[in-house]
């Protein structure tokens, strides 16, 4: 049996949820423990991580593995997934035709820099802390800059905020889009300051397409983008005055240079597109090893 959210009983268990007990002690008053509430999910995460559990944890991210051995003490029964992104083929030629193209149909200046910001939830994914960055610009490198944002979130309070910050004129809100691995090939960097991102597999799409990217350190994949050395993850805590700074530095030609061979380096020696083959295997492995325990266990009879 294999499960998606935590209950007992699993063979194989994948998940993209923190680890419920440290969020509920890190967010929630002292007395929650107390309700019913926290009981039953407690109990039903229990059943997978703790000690002596079968269960086979597939994972994407490695940040969460520490978190669940230190609350449950669980034993090395963790699987790490690889991305799973479609493989990119372009040449610079075409990369090169995608971006005049798109500052084209946009009547935008062929040397405009173009930032996209991708994600369906403004919010967590930081769009925030993006447009307060680009109004921190220079103002001559802040008129030669837009935002393309990519995304179905209603822009209402954002509009807002953009007009407030007077970038307004410099940021697009395009609503959710099937282009959006044109806008990457298109654009100069991609911004993702997010609050809070289990995964963000669009940075790790961002490397595939050559793309340098802005970040924060709390997106499990933001260690592709360290490793790759293709762009900048902020630490934690946040300080908006150093995403300010960091988005200045990732406009910058050389840098955006730099920072698009790296990327393009990485995403052709790293594995970041076989997470469903991966996960196939596990299950196959749990599902052998399952049947040589039952066959093991069975009774003899004499007539065989």
Not at 156 to 172: I, K, N, Y
Not at 235 to 242: D, K, N, R, V, Y
Request: positive net charge.
């Amino acid at each position: 049996m294999v499960g998606f959210n935590k209950m007992p009983g699993l063979d194989v268990y994948f998940g993209a949820d923190p680890c419920y007990l440290a969020r509920i002690k890190r967010t929630k008053p002292w007395w929650c423990p107390w309700l019913p509430r926290y009981r039953h999910y407690a109990a039903l995460e229990c059943s997978v991580f703790a000690p002596g559990v079968a269960t086979q944890i597939m994972l994407l991210t490695p940040q969460e593995i520490p978190v669940y051995q230190q609350h449950y003490g669980t034993e090395d029964r963790f699987h790490l997934l690889p991305p799973n992104v479609p493989r990119r083929t372009f040449s610079p030629e075409e990369q090169s035709a995608m971006r005049q193209r798109v500052r084209k149909d946009n009547g935008w200046p062929e040397a405009t820099r173009l930032l996209v910001f991708i994600g369906s939830d403004f919010k967590r994914k930081g769009l925030d802390r993006a447009l307060r960055a680009l109004a921190a610009l220079p103002a001559p490198l802040r008129m030669n800059t837009r935002l393309a944002v990519l995304g179905q979130s209603h822009p209402g309070r954002f509009e807002r905020l953009a007009r407030d910050l007077a970038v307004d004129s410099q940021v697009h809100f395009l609503g959710g889009r099937h282009d959006a691995p044109d806008w990457m090939l298109a654009a100069d960097s991609l911004v993702h300051p997010a609050y809070s991102e289990t995964a963000g597999m669009v940075l790790v799409e961002a490397l595939t397409a050559g793309l340098p990217v802005l970040t924060t350190d709390v997106c499990g994949y933001a260690f592709h983008i360290a490793r790759a050395r293709a762009g900048i993850v902020l630490p934690s805590p946040f300080e908006q005055g150093a995403c300010d700074r960091a988005l200045a530095e990732i406009l910058m030609p050389q840098a955006v240079k730099e920072w698009r061979a790296n990327a393009l380096a990485y995403a052709a020696k790293e594995d970041l597109y076989s997470c469903h083959e991966r996960a196939a295997a596990i299950i196959e492995e749990t599902i052998r090893r399952k049947l040589e325990r039952r066959a093991q266990s069975a009774p003899v009879s004499w007539f065989q």
